[in-house]
DNA sequence: ACCGAATGAGACATCGACGTCTCATTCAAT
DNA sequence: ATTGAATGAGACGTCGATGTCTCATTCGGT
């Protein structure tokens, strides 16, 4: 017996499949699933055989987003100290995570309210918590929903994704940008 | 005879056909050829005898959408007076191409760099422009690049299109919301 | 070395969307 | 009323991607 991780029989990671279709969906979301059996270095036989189809690769592809999200949540520790430092934490630790995040978001438009995961409920109710708790103790302004401030965040970092993509943007820049951006504007403050 | 226009038969409309396109693509992208005639009120026959292909099409809301942003930006007046005031007038004119902006841009992540429209070149210029001046000027800051400033413009500006699409934002505070957030940030400021 | 699971390559049918074409009909201009 | 352009509906054929299947091969565990 070869049992591994989850009970089953695996050559091919299943994990490292999703990392190489992400990366590649990613940088060009109309792939190929035969593309990404590619560039996932397996056939498309095999991909067809961890995923039933390209739903299923998506779904997954989401699952795993979202997992990375809320740990990236959890690690920002979003609940505790100054809302400004959290939010500074939190575009840290999401920065791994943007371009999948991107991806995903661009995808869930095109669902026009099927079915969405319930985890992204959950995430926004987080993070939208934060911006809440930021407001209610005076860090943030009271003008911005948190609702938009969420929203804007989101965007915010895929923008980021793709400017760095692009070259736009140095990599190094990344959270800099996006955080001063998001709490500061960009209007020259006297403050600061 | 019955010229029009631009001196060719027409009953229907190219521009509202555009229109109706827009309208449609913007909430679907992967709408098909039959439901956007359908949607526009045409067969099927008609659009194709219109605009020789999707890709046609798409390019043709290219070239529409590229126009009515120049005239936003020229209604704008991005170039007289304060900075920070004409990106309030530039989100304020932006506005109503706002979600085909959104549709656009995300197209243009598909075509990776084939051949993308020069129109988005100058676009692009004309916008970093006024960030660039503003920090000239002293009205903006200048640790954040113009071309971010850009980026993050029409982020915020395709987030804010799909926020009020979804009703997480109310269609009168989207030019608010946008512009306190692009110039004034979510951090709450002494001045101001 | 052996055995079986897992893979890769390819063949195959299916399906949706596309692009083209035909033909009857509508409609505006004359 | 007549004429011709333009449209709508539908029939095709085509193409790309998908999903399924088979079979030879590889590879890890024993």
Redesign the interface.
């Known amino acids: 017996m070869s049992h591994s991780v989850y009970g089953r029989l695996m050559s091919v990671d299943r994990n490292q499949v999703l990392r190489a279709a992400a990366a590649l969906l990613t ?4 792939a190929t699933m035969d593309e990404v059996a590619r560039a996932a270095g397996i056939g498309r036989a095999t991909l067809h055989r961890h995923f039933a189809g390209r739903d299923a690769l998506v779904r997954a592809l989401e699952e795993l987003g979202l997992q990375e999200l809320e740990r990236a949540l959890d690690r920002a520790g979003i609940d505790a100290g100054p809302e ?1 430092a959290a ?1 500074r934490r939190l575009v840290a630790e999401v920065e791994p995570v943007a371009p999948l995040l991107s991806f995903l978001v ?1 995808e869930n ?2 669902f ?1 309210g099927e079915q969405v995961n319930e985890g992204w409920a959950r995430l926004d109710a987080r993070v939208s918590a934060l ?1 809440r708790r ?1 407001q209610e103790n ?4 009271i ?3 948190p ?3 969420t ?2 965040f ?3 970092v ?3 994704a ?2 760095v993509q692009d070259g ?2 140095a990599a190094k ?1 990344f959270q ?2 996006i955080v ?12 600061k």
């Not at 940088?27 to 109309?30: E, G, I, S």
């Not at 005076?138 to 302004?141: L, M, P, Q, S, Y």
């Open positions: 940088r060009k979301a109309t400004d939010v661009t438009q095109l026009e911006f930021g005076g860090v943030f302004r003008d911005l929903t609702a938009w401030l929203e804007a989101y965007g915010l895929g923008s980021g793709w400017a736009r943007v820049d800099y940008m001063e951006l998001l709490l500061g504007g960009a209007r020259r403050s006297v403050e």
